[in-house]
């Protein structure tokens, strides 16, 4: 608070009085000297000195000094007119030779001040005292005195007799007394309530309105300093600090979350339009380029409140490239870099920057670590917060410990990390035991929902979800991952709801939109190409060459569970016999509901001999999370070999499987097929395969997956392969890496190689070679591609023959 009292204009008043009265003894002094026989000339001289020519009458007093002692009157005019101009120097070298002197108590007060000018507390208080200032009823002599105390640092004494003055007084200049006082002493907040009690005493007082911005200036406060300033005679440098200070304030308003979702964007769009004024006057201002700068990095925080991520960051380049952005608005920019989805560059900013007691921006930070995959950095930031964060915080005042809400913070951070290093069943129990610890925390029931989405269970997260309603039903994070899980469920009509309720509240909310992304994928249509071609093989069930495509193209979702699909197939092979090609082409509807899955095809096959037509009613349904039973009609299916199909064989099949999933880790699926062949062959298949996972990491995953199937024909001698009884017994090991992982994208190769037996009855027992490698790419939600490369070894009546070929599927959706 910089700030000084002066005299009222009281003692003003009095000492005009006394200089007029010195004038007039002038004329009637005994002792004449040079002066007395021309008493007009010093009158003159006094006049001059009235109107700010101050050295004439000073020179001639130390001219008389030289001639004789001045008298009282002389040397209390020249310690008066000295004070006129500032030189509280000349005053305390001229007092210690006059210090004996009868003066008047007004003089002894002007040197005071001047000593106190020059910081000499001692020598001030000893006048003031001498001038009865310490109890004078004159409130600018009070108030000089107990600034002087404060000034001296005898705090105590001087808080004391400022609240009994204040108290006493009940003015304007008591309170600002009391305010000066008490900043001195480092009591800043009371300085403040000080100064604003003097500002309301008097509103229109220059010196109060100056200490009230002062003291606001002081403690942070801002509200009303424009209102104040508009009656001040501020300089246009102050003013631009004034209205800088209270820009910033509605910056830090605007990025508190508002009370309801209608008011969100008030604040931040009242900032916008304010600084939009400020920037066209500074910009006419050649002296405000300075300021100018400082409003438009504050602006910043204005755009990021109003998810202008796009502007914020265009801005900031510009910023940028003319000189070093502060840390805060760094802060600002990275949110934005995070928002728009480009982790890495948020995360750079952060690790410069962070401070890991700022909660929000260290949650943040170790997003952008997790989004940008750079899990090694995110894994040794919560590690340093676990030994830096307690479970439970002193607060000033309370005699109990508080829960941290950081060291929660901390917690979740793990089960994140344990989510994305794949090791759900870590999570899980972290997530489980933080949401039974914490029933009052939907964020954390939210949190657990998405584990057990993440391993298969959308029934049990669909509970959860349900449980955690009673807290707040209309919750944007609750609604979302409701509708996550609903889309898991197909439950079309409910994601739909969920979705246009959250995406119409608040369209810029993350998880909203990440919902409604999905349900945009969802309602789109779809082509799906898979196919394989043989490069060196000539197996009796494949033939040599073989070249096998199908392509669907699915319709939008009709009235929410309804598609309809169309395509074409395409089959050939060389076999012993001469060359097999089917060419099939396929319409058909599907039908998708909660717990169901139903697909009815129609095919036309024309496959040499004449046209034929089959089909495929395919389904199956979902008791829980665990189990699912499906199961097939088909004419014409893929349980009918191409080669049998080019002998004009033909068929029917009934297939029947039973899965049992525990979760990510595991799963047993049972197959059962019986196929009936139009040369009266009945073929009955079997096909037991299990999967459990053995490693997993956050880039790879490793699963051991045996398997065991067996068939029986009844008709032997057929024009294709047709083994009597046989059994294949192929254990398994496959494993992934994900090469490149950001949000949707992602790049993996697969590793799977297989080595058992097969057994053919009538034939020795020889063994099973499998090995494959393949790349898949996800660009995005819509679009999913990817190639393998299989080699395999295995016997057919006995002979191991060698099988090569590329297949390739390609999923895409628009």
Known sequence: MLYRLYFSRHLDKIGKS???????????????????????????????????????????????????????REIADEIEINAWIGHDSDIAALWP???????SVHT??????????????????????????DCSSDEGERSQYLMTLADANFFKEALAQGKDFAQGSGSSRAYLTLSYIQKAAGLKQNAWQSATKAYSLDPHSIEAGFAYLDANDENRVIAGELVVAAHLPL???????????????????????????????????????????????????????ADLRVARIDRLGGLLARYQMRELISEYKKLKAEAPVPAYAQNWVATAYLYLRQPVKAAAIWEQIINLSDRETVNLYFTALVESDQLRKAKALVAKLEQTVPYQTAIYGLPTRQDNDQWLDVQQMRVTLQQNQNRLSRGRDQAEHLAGTASTNQELAVELAGVYIE??????????????????????????????DALELQDWRKATLLTRDVIGRMPENETAQRVSRALRIHNMMELEIEGDKGINSNSPVTGAHDFNLRTLLYSMPLHYNWRVFAGVGYNNSNF?????????????VEYRNRNNWVSLEGDHHAYGHGDAYGGVLSGWHDFDDHWRLGGS???????????????????????????????????????FADSRFSDSNNRQAYNLLLQQRIFSSARWILDFSPSISSSHNTARNTLYYNPHQDLAILPSITAQEILYRRYEMQWSQTFEIGEGVYVERGYPTKAITNFSYGQNFQFNDALAFGASVIWDKRPYDGERQRNLEVSFNINYRF
């Not at 089917?582 to 058909?588: A, E, K, N, S």
Request: aromatic residues 10%.
């Open 633 to 671: 009609l088909e004419r014409l299916g893929e349980h009918i070999p191409l080669r049998a199909l080019r002998n004009n064989v033909t068929g029917s099949t009934g297939a029947l499987y039973v899965l049992w999933r525990e979760n990510e880790k595991r799963q047993v699926r049972l197959d």
């Open 18 to 72: 006394f200089f007029s009265f010195v004038c007039l003894c002038s004329f009637f002094r005994e002792d004449l000297s040079a002066f007395a026989a021309e008493p007009d000339f010093y009158d003159t001289l006094i006049i001059k000195a009235r109107h700010g020519d101050c050295q004439p009458i000073l020179n001639w007093l130390q001219n008389e000094q030289k001639r004789q002692p001045l008298s009282d």
């Open 235 to 289: 300089s246009s440098m102050r003013q631009r600090q004034v209205e800088l200070a209270q820009g910033a304030e509605y910056v830090r308003n605007a990025l508190i979350p508002a009370q309801t979702e209608k008011n969100r964007f008030v604040l931040a769009d009242r900032t916008l339009s304010y600084y939009q004024g400020l920037l066209l006057r500074y910009k006419k201002d050649p002296n405000a380029k």
């Open 97 to 103: 030779q006059v210090a004996g002197r009868s003066l």
């Open 455 to 484: 391993r298969g269970w959308p029934r049990k997260a669909e509970d959860t979800l349900k449980r955690a309603e009673y807290l707040d039903p209309s919750n944007i994070g609750l609604e979302s991952q409701q509708g996550l």
């Open 576 to 588: 012993e016999e001469g060359t097999g090609t089917d060419r099939v082409q396929i319409v058909g």
């Open 108 to 133: 002894k007060l002007v040197a005071a001040r001047a000593y106190r000018n020059l910081k000499q507390w001692q020598q001030a208080l000893a006048l003031f005292r001498q001038a009865g200032a």
